[in-house]
Every structure is written in C-alpha cells, then in structure tokens.
T-cell receptor
Framework: DAGITQSPRYKITETGRQVTLMCHQT?????MFWYRQDLGHGLRLIYY???????DKGEVPDGYVVSRSKTENFPLTLESATRSQTSVYFC????????????FGPGTRLTVL | QQQVKQSPQSLIVQKGGISIINCAYE??????FPWYQQFPGKGPALLIA?????SEKKEGRFTISFNKSAKQFSLHIMDSQPGDSATYFC????????????FGQGTTLQVKP
C-alpha cells in the first residue's frame, strides 16, 4: 500500500532495553521526521532527515538515535529505554521544499516499564 | 521564541455551534501556519493552512483567521458536528527547506449531539 507506515503499532519494553521503531514511506519524499506526542506537550520533534544519510536533531533528541540509509526508511532507536520515553511516536514525511504538507504515519504506542 | 501556544486545552461545543481554537507565536519569521486534525488512534492529518500574507482562509466549515500584527491565528469550525470531535493542533513552520513544524499543545474538541 502506498503511504507511510510504522511498525510496530504497539510495543511494551523494559527499562534499559534497546528498541527500534520503523518508518517506511512509498512516496520517495526527501524529508522525514520523528515526533513524540505527550499530553500537554503536543507534538515535539525528535529528529529529522533531509535526504538519505542526512539527519539532524530536533527539539528533544536525547536518548534517541536515527539513521537513514535509504530514502524510504527512517528508523528511530532508543538505545537504552527509560520510563520517560513512554509516549506515542509519529513518523512524518514531506516532499519538495515547495510543498509544505507533512504526512503522518499511524503512530507507535511505546510503553517502557 | 520558537514556541507556539495553543488554547484552550479542551473544548466542549453543542452540535451546530461554533468551535474556536486560538494559537499565538513569537517568531515573525514563521512562513506557514497549518492546522492538523487527529482522531483517536490515528496520525495527525492536515486540515487547513494559511500563509502570513493572507488574513483569512476558508474551506467548507473550517476557517483560519490570521492576525499578523498580534501574532495570533485561530481555527473556527462553523456548524460543529459530532464527527468533528478530535484533537486539533496548530503549527508554524520555520522558513527553511527542511520545513520543520513547531506544534501547539493541542486542543481536544468534543461536539455533543
């Protein structure tokens, strides 16, 4: 199916474990973004990428790592999960600089015990 | 200066009424102001957007009013329907090619039948 997908949709893990959230888009969009959504904070940008092999920090990058070896994939890794990283994570993509709309995936609900 | 402040946090409106959500920003360089709509369990989706050189934009029952001098913009939902019940986020875009969005805290709207 065309669009932007995230996996897994739900994940429960324990403190200290490594977790990778996957994001895949079929539009060949250049720009991709990772957000976390927490009540009272809206959507906060974790990392973003302008193209394959080009990534940069957002507002709340600590404790997260990203990579982008292929245009269509943008995985987010929590190297050592903490309870404060319990959240809903959204991946988004955007096409050319002339087109402003970001398209969001369905989200991954992560619980860190 | 990068913040976008959104109010109210929650809103209850009767069917047929007008829903109004407000946002304020500080950075006068922002060049694009979208509103996203999010239903439970889904990712946010673009609802309507405006550029700072326009004071109002209307799409169906949804209108953005933009006050550049006051650095405020608002979403008006006319003839609100139960199907409009969702979380609404305002956002502002930095004037760069990456198109990073700064989101407000979100407003949960409930439209009572």
């Amino acid at each position: 199916d065309a669009g932007i997908t995230q996996s897994p949709r739900y994940k429960i893990t324990e403190t200290g474990r490594q977790v990778t959230l996957m994001c895949h888009q079929t539009w060949s969009h250049s720009y991709m973004f990772w957000y976390r959504q927490d009540l009272g904070h809206g959507l906060r940008l974790i990392y973003y990428s302008a193209a394959a092999d080009i990534t940069d920090k957002g507002e709340v990058p600590d404790g997260y790592v990203v990579s982008r070896s292929k245009t269509e994939n943008f995985p987010l890794t929590l190297e050592s999960a903490t309870r404060s990283q319990t959240s809903v994570y959204f991946c988004a993509s955007r096409g050319t600089p002339l087109y402003n709309e970001q398209f969001f995936g369905p989200g991954t609900r992560l619980t860190v015990l | 200066q990068q913040q976008v402040k959104q109010s109210p946090q929650s809103l209850i409106v009767q069917k047929g009424g007008i829903s109004i959500i407000n946002c304020a920003y500080e950075n006068t360089a922002f060049d694009y102001f979208p509103w996203y709509q999010q239903f439970p369990g889904k990712g946010p989706a673009l609802l309507i957007a405006i550029r700072p050189d326009v004071s109002e934009k209307k799409e169906g029952r949804f209108t953005i009013s933009f006050n550049k001098s006051a650095k405020q913009f608002s979403l008006h939902i006319m003839d609100s329907q139960p199907g409009d019940s969702a979380t609404y986020f305002c956002a502002a875009k930095n004037p760069s090619n990456t198109g990073k969005l700064i989101f407000g805290q979100g407003t949960t709207l409930q439209v009572k039948p």
